[in-house]
């Protein structure tokens, strides 16, 4: 499960907003890519209160496409609390949509998560936590290649949001079998539209990987 990815800063998830509706008018250009996105960015867990992207319609209608005034910038809680967990339900596989916990927000709610990478424990390799000195599962850092900025998948609900995540890509399988499900930003109207689930396959999204030490 995905529990930490460098987020961007209020001030730049509003410019990339921007850039976004007013570039998907022109083509669906690639934005984001100059060195102006390389900033410090906002380390985020859950229970983390986050800046995310949000459109100004429902997703379960969707719209023919995106403009400039029809996304906007929402501070939420990642992780949904729920009655029966002291911890906040923050992964959202795509494949329980239909759910009663989720159907609700994934027909009506989605949302887009914006970072610079993304985190993941590898399933049996083990570091030494440099912290207490203990053994601890080995960490990974993923990013999309010459991307500085990348796109997930969310729901929300009020002011909560969770990751949406699918089954992972070749990438990503060595190191975990899930991954975020990352949405290209010539994919946003499909993912905020009623067709989302055309985007359930990601095995042709590049990621690299390097360990954290």
């Known amino acids: 499960m995905c529990a930490h990815y460098l987020g961007l800063t209020d001030a730049e998830l509003e410019r990339l907003v921007d850039e976004l509706t007013m570039q998907y008018q022109r083509s669906r250009a690639r934005v984001g890519a100059d060195d102006e996105f390389a900033g410090v960015g906002v380390e985020a867990y859950p229970k983390s209160v986050v800046p995310i992207i949000v459109p100004k319609f429902d997703t379960a209608v969707g719209v023919p496409e995106l403009e400039p005034g029809s996304l906007e910038t929402a501070r939420a809680q990642w992780g949904f609390e729920q009655q029966w967990t002291p911890q906040p339900v923050f992964n959202t596989r795509i494949e329980s949509a239909d759910k009663p916990m989720w159907r609700a927000p994934m027909e009506h709610d989605r949302c887009v998560i914006a ?14 936590s440099e912290r207490t000195g203990r053994q601890i599962k080995q960490q ?3 990013r999309m290649p010459d991307e500085p900025v990348m796109l997930i998948g969310g729901v929300r609900r009020g002011s909560q949001f969770s990751m949406v995540t699918t089954q992972a ?5 060595p190191i ?12 946003l109207d499909l993912w905020l539209g009623p067709d989302y689930r055309a985007l359930a396959d990601r095995s042709d999204i590049p990621l690299e990987s390097k360990p954290v030490h």
């Not at 890509?169 to 399988?173: L, P, R």
Request: charged fraction near 25%; proline fraction near 6%; hydrophobic fraction near 35%.
């Open 169 to 173: 890509n070749a990438d990503m399988k």
């Open 140 to 142: 990974y850092v993923f």
């Open 115 to 128: 970072c610079r990478w993304f985190y993941e424990s590898h399933g049996s390799e083990t570091a030494v």
């Open 176 to 187: 975990h079998p899930r991954m975020p499900l990352i949405v290209r930003q010539g994919e």
